[in-house]
């Protein structure tokens, strides 16, 4: 009898075991699934023909997309220069980790620093626990918050500009 409910303790936490895994693989694979932050210089009047940088190796060309998108305003690093913008999906994670949809290498930014989300036709940010803060028009956040047009999101030295509409990206330059 002994043997007989050991051998199912067995096969249970195999079972559970092979279950675990296939979840794990299929959350890895709809992870995939999401397209990346793609990072444009938004100079005005530039050419049609102009290639866009994508962020962290992407091989799809950056077409403007309907929704909101952060351009860079300021920042002390060479590699988001001012003028770069950054089209926003359903969500997008902010900070200094490489696995973020936007890497923002500040010694100010943390790991994981801050998330913008969309839910509804409302863009909302929220700081994710970061020792420096999140500041939203210079007030630093405590909640998730609702993104305005013209919106200023700054973390650790970097400043963005939220832009909603795309006619705001051409008369904002």
């Not at 359903?90 to 998330?115: K, Y």
């Not at 200023?152 to 909603?164: A, D, N, S």
């Amino acid at each position: 009898m002994l043997g007989l409910l050991l051998t199912l303790l067995r096969y249970l936490f195999l079972f559970l075991l092979y279950a675990f895994l296939f979840v794990v693989v299929r959350q890895m694979f709809f992870g995939l699934r999401e397209y990346p932050a793609m990072a444009t210089p938004a100079a005005a009047g530039r050419s049609p023909g102009n290639e866009t940088k994508p962020l962290h190796g992407s091989r799809e060309a950056a077409v403007p997309k309907p929704g909101g998108r952060l351009v860079v305003l300021a920042s002390p690093d060479p590699r988001l220069e001012k003028g770069m913008t950054f089209y926003l999906g359903e969500r997008i994670t902010l900070g200094r980790g490489e696995h973020n949809g936007l890497v923002i290498p500040d010694p100010f930014s943390s790991q994981e620093h801050a998330v913008i989300f969309s839910r509804g036709d409302q863009y909302w940010v929220q700081d994710l626990g970061s020792l420096n803060g999140t500041y939203l028009n210079e007030m630093r956040l405590d909640r998730p918050t609702v993104l305005a047009d013209g919106d200023r999101l700054r973390i650790g030295g970097v400043t963005f500009q939220f832009v909603r509409w795309a006619y705001e990206v051409e008369s904002s330059q």
